[in-house]
């Protein structure tokens, strides 16, 4: 029996339609009364949730990495007993997935076994596969509905969320993509318990960074007992999910497409992608953002936004769970050429989220060069 999931509305406001991630455990239930009524199901099929609000689909994809080889088949097989046509899609783990020949990949496999706008993909995975998962999604056929099915901290924390979807190209992360956000999120906390622990350490960084801008609660919880924090066993991982997701949808189900407030959820991100892709993405992305938010921290102090106790607690609060604040410091020339190329820059102007304070996430724009290398002076190990 499957324990009553936490329920969380995202979207519904400015023409965008709404969903819910679900949080809990064994929750794969609730997958065929999100994907809607198979074409030809089978004499045993019943949806939960009520009245399928879709019509019949024949086909669905499940899209997942090479380590949830298992998992992927499972569902795809689970789905094709309920008489959906469901092939699974094996992707490369990891930020391999995230490119423009593992895209065209799928959309061979889709355009090969027929998929029309009816049907759905389902991504199982961290964030790179829900990444890929709804950027294919949003390029079939110029849109079909998707579902993300998140394996990590951060994809249920924040990848999952809120229509990001995207591929990375040869000149950075994230570089082409679309806002499509999924039909539902079920986030099976069962799932964490097979991520190693560097996984699940990384998916921190974006529960802290929705605690600094967002909800200083979480900052607390995890600052009362930092090793526990570091698995999912601990006594608040359900509720440092929950709050996570519950800043992300807020922000998301009022600003989709960034045009303002969304932006403050990429607090750390400028020099965090150019890590990232500096490092030829061996680093997780939650590392890098560890690093980035530090970086932020320092900019903040030294533009005279940010004092000196909320930027120290960056330090501790991150390097309490095992997270990294510093990274090479002769690289600064080739961070701040990548740097340009992130999507908040304006031009030649450069643009920054810091803090004015726990929970006050601001623009810094075009900060003088002499402050952004005195801070990373400040991030050089
Ligand atoms: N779209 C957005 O809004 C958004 C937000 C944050 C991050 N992201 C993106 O998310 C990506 C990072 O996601 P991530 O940290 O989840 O990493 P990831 O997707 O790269 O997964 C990390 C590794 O764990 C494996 N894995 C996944 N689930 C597992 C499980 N349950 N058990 C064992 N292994 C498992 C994966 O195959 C991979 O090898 C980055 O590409 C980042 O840009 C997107
Ligand atoms: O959802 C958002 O908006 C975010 O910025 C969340 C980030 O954690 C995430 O890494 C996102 O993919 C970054 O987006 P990008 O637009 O800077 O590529
Ligand atoms: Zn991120």
């Not at 298992?70 to 569902?75: D, K, S, V």
């Not at 496999?109 to 991504?123: C, E, H, N, S």
Request: aromatic share 4%.
């Amino acid at each position: 029996m499957a324990d009553t999931p936490t329920r969380i509305q995202v979207g519904g406001t400015a023409g965008t339609a709404p969903y819910e991630v679900l949080i809990g455990r064994r929750l794969l239930g609730e997958l065929a009364g999100l994907i809607g009524t198979p074409a030809r199901p089978s004499p045993t099929t019943t949806l939960k949730g009520g009245a399928p609000r879709h019509g019949h689909v024949q086909r669905v994809a499940v899209l997942h990495p090479e380590a949830l080889a298992e998992t992927g088949e499972a569902i795809r097989q689970d789905l094709a007993e309920q008489g959906y046509d469901a092939i699974a899609i094996q992707l490369p783990n990891a930020e391999e997935a995230k490119t423009a020949e593992v895209a065209a990949y799928c959309w061979k496999a889709l355009g090969q076994t027929g998929f029309t706008r009816t049907d759905v993909i389902i991504g199982v995975g961290g964030g790179a596969t829900t990444d890929l998962a709804g950027f294919v999604a949003a390029t079939w056929l110029r849109g079909v509905r998707w579902i993300a099915v998140p394996t990590t901290v951060l994809g249920m924390v924040d990848a999952a969320v809120g229509g990001k979807t995207g591929i990375n190209t040869a000149e950075g992360k994230n570089l082409v993509g679309a806002f499509h956000p999924p039909a539902g999120v079920l986030c099976d906390l069962a799932a964490l318990d097979s991520l190693p622990v560097n996984d699940y350490v990384s998916g921190l960084a974006e529960v802290i960074k929705a605690g600094f801008i967002a909800d200083p609660e979480i900052l607390e919880l995890i600052e009362r007992d930092p090793v526990a924090a570091r698995t999912p066993a601990g006594p608040h991982t359900a509720e440092l999910i929950e709050r996570s997701i519950r800043v992300k949808a807020e922000v998301v189900s009022s600003d989709l497409k960034e045009s303002g407030l969304r932006e403050i959820l990429n607090y750390g991100h400028t020099l965090a992608h150019a890590i990232e892709k500096n490092e030829r993405y061996n680093w997780r992305h939650g590392a890098a953002v560890s690093v980035g938010m530090v970086f932020a921290a320092e900019l903040g102090r030294l533009a005279g936004r940010l004092d000196d106790a909320t930027a120290d607690r960056h330090r501790t609060v991150l390097e309490a769970v095992g997270l990294p604040l510093t990274y090479r410091g002769d690289q600064w020339p080739k961070l701040l050429e990548t740097m340009k190329v992130d999507k908040k820059s304006r031009g030649d102007l450069l643009r920054f989220i810091v803090l004015d304070g726990i929970a006050k996430p601001t623009v810094l724009e075009g900060p003088d060069p002499a402050v952004l290398l005195a801070a990373y002076a400040e991030v050089s190990g």
